[in-house]
């Protein structure tokens, strides 16, 4: 059995406290414990009461947050047209129209329950003197739907934003850990759908990579990386500046062919990631500008390269408007695969309740000699992608809110986005839509 002992004080030291992402990206609730209030023993009857086993007096302190949020969805899969008259067997069951064209079509419409980034984290300091202390964090994602259909979530713990370090008032902070990369740090906010179906990553990002390594997902530029070092600068007058750098623990050697054991000939490879995000963020305004290298992710490839510029702004603090700028450049073994993108929002407040929400990304068509597909985007005409998500949401108090928003996925007949976090696999030049209803409860 697991008793505690807390001090007299106790209800005030569990009382809420508040905090908002500068970007006012979404209000995070976090119930506030010391480490020396908690003390915690497995014991056999209810009458044992252990002395403290953790006690690091008032120097320490201990954090305990999360967001629990599933949304119903209606999912319209779409139908399209095989370019050339031609059939992949990946791209759905063939069937003729009318004309005698090849169309596919994928799973039919159905309504579906999806966890949407439910998560649970630990976070806490311990001082070391007046300017330094000992930092930690262990995050990890909550399957709050239990699964189901061709999905079925992993649970694994710290596979979110988790590290230790040491933080100076004056100098910053330092840590190490798996952790949201600058890059995607710089404008994560921007994106008030960030953490649901319709979030903006199946275009500015090429993706999303919630738990990633230059291996599992060589394609993302909105990613959480392993193996991660972080610098982050003080505020100074607004001013911030994240940098990030992955080592090369993926590194190997050439390899040989051996036909006897079927093992093909693979170059060497040397993957590693450096990550910046510069920003201005002061009153109603936040400017920012990001970059990040991925050498050798593609095998036999180069240096791939996103670059953005951002901007948001609040207007008499009830309506915002951000947008973004990017460009992703990638180089493959075979020649070079780019696109421009763009990404436009839009949060209008009616009360202090209830809010009205926008989100429109726009992915040029992609150009390059290279032939491969990598991650959505491959060279060619007709591959340029949309997706918008509009919707409204209702704040009933500080932990529980309603929302319910429409996402729609436009793709040319040679592009095949998705919707980044709870996907479709649609064949090419699908253009899926959800209709969601959404509960999120944080603390």
Same mark, same amino acid.
């Given at each position: 059995?697991?008793?505690?002992?807390?001090?007299? /004080?106790?209800?005030?030291?569990?009382?809420?406290?508040?905090?908002?992402?500068?970007?006012?990206?979404?209000?995070?609730?976090?119930?506030?414990?010391?480490?020396?209030?908690?003390?915690?023993?497995?014991?056999?009857?209810?009458?044992?009461?252990?002395?403290?086993?953790?006690?690091?007096?008032?120097?320490?302190?201990?954090?305990?947050?999360?967001?629990?949020?599933?949304?119903?969805?209606?999912?319209?899969?779409?139908?399209?047209?095989?370019?050339?008259?031609?059939?992949?067997?990946?791209?759905?069951?063939?069937?003729?129209?009318?004309?005698?064209?090849?169309?596919?079509?994928?799973?039919?419409?159905?309504?579906?329950?999806?966890?949407?980034?439910?998560?649970i984290g630990f976070r806490g300091d311990v001082k070391i003197n007046d300017d330094l202390k000992a930092v930690w964090q262990i995050e990890s994602s909550a399957a709050a739907d239990g699964g189901g259909g061709l999905h079925v979530p992993v649970q694994t713990w710290a596979n979110r934003d988790s590290g230790v370090g040491i933080e100076s008032q004056t100098f910053g902070?330092?840590?190490?850990?798996?952790?949201? =990369?600058?890059?995607?740090?710089?404008?994560?906010?921007?994106?008030?759908?960030?953490?649901? =179906?319709?979030?903006?990553?199946?275009?500015?990002?090429?993706?999303?990579?919630?738990?990633? /390594?230059?291996?599992?997902?060589?394609?993302?530029?909105?990613?959480?990386?392993?193996?991660?070092?972080?610098?982050?600068?003080? /505020?100074?007058?607004?001013?911030?500046?994240?940098?990030?750098?992955?080592?090369?623990?993926?590194?190997?050697?050439?390899?040989?062919?051996?036909?006897?054991?079927?093992?093909?000939?693979?170059?060497?490879?040397?993957?590693?990631?450096?990550?910046?995000?510069?920003?201005? /963020?002061?009153?109603?305004?936040?400017?920012?500008?990001?970059s990040e290298a991925h050498h050798q992710y593609q095998v036999g490839g180069g240096t791939d390269l996103g670059v953005k510029f951002g901007a948001a702004y609040w207007f008499h603090n009830t309506t915002r408007l951000a947008g973004i700028v990017q460009r992703l450049h990638y180089k493959a073994a075979d020649g070079d695969l780019a696109q421009n993108q763009y990404y436009?929002?839009?949060?209008?407040?009616?009360?202090?309740?209830?809010?009205?929400?926008?989100?429109?990304?726009?992915?040029?068509?992609?150009?390059?000699?290279?032939?491969?597909?990598?991650?959505? *985007?491959?060279?060619?005409?007709?591959?340029?992608?949309?997706?918008?998500?509009?919707?409204?949401?209702?704040?009933?108090?500080?932990?529980?809110?309603?929302?319910?928003?429409?996402?729609?996925?436009?793709?040319?007949?040679?592009?095949?986005?998705?919707?980044?976090?709870?996907?479709?696999?649609?064949?090419?030049?699908?253009?899926?839509?959800?209709?969601? *209803?959404?509960?999120?409860?944080?603390?």
């Open positions: 059995m697991i008793l505690t002992r807390l001090p007299a /004080d106790w209800r005030s030291r569990l009382a809420p406290e508040t905090s908002k992402d500068p970007r006012n990206h979404g209000t995070e609730t976090i119930l506030k414990r010391e480490l020396a209030t908690i003390l915690v023993l497995a014991s056999g009857t209810t009458a044992a009461i252990a002395e403290p086993k953790i006690n690091f007096g008032d120097a320490a302190s201990l954090e305990i947050y999360g967001r629990v949020q599933v949304g119903l969805e209606y999912l319209h899969t779409g139908t399209t047209y095989i370019p050339d008259n031609t059939f992949s067997p990946n791209q759905g069951n063939p069937v003729l129209d009318d004309n005698g064209r090849f169309i596919s079509t994928n799973t039919p419409s159905h309504f579906r329950l999806r966890n949407q980034r439910s998560v902070r330092i840590i190490f850990g798996s952790w949201q =990369t600058p890059y995607t740090h710089a404008t994560f906010g921007y994106d008030p759908y960030y953490t649901t =179906t319709g979030a903006y990553m199946g275009i500015m990002g090429n993706g999303s990579g919630a738990s990633s /390594d230059p291996i599992s997902d060589p394609a993302t530029f909105d990613r959480r990386e392993h193996n991660l070092i972080q610098y982050w600068s003080p /505020d100074i007058n607004g001013f911030k500046m994240r940098l990030g750098f992955e080592v090369n623990e993926f590194k190997t050697g050439q390899q040989n062919a051996n036909p006897a054991l079927n093992i093909a000939a693979a170059p060497a490879q040397n993957p590693y990631m450096v990550s910046l995000e510069t920003t201005y /963020d002061k009153g109603p305004l936040n400017v920012t500008f990001a436009l929002s839009l949060i209008h407040k009616f009360t202090a309740q209830d809010q009205f929400k926008l989100g429109y990304a726009v992915g040029s068509q992609v150009s390059g000699s290279s032939k491969q597909i990598i991650g959505y *985007l491959r060279a060619g005409p007709e591959s340029a992608s949309k997706i918008l998500t509009i919707g409204v949401e209702h704040q009933f108090n500080k932990y529980f809110a309603l929302l319910t928003y429409w996402s729609k996925t436009f793709n040319q007949a040679n592009a095949f986005m998705d919707f980044p976090i709870n996907d479709t696999a649609p064949a090419m030049g699908t253009s899926p839509s959800v209709f969601a *209803l959404l509960g999120r409860f944080s603390f």
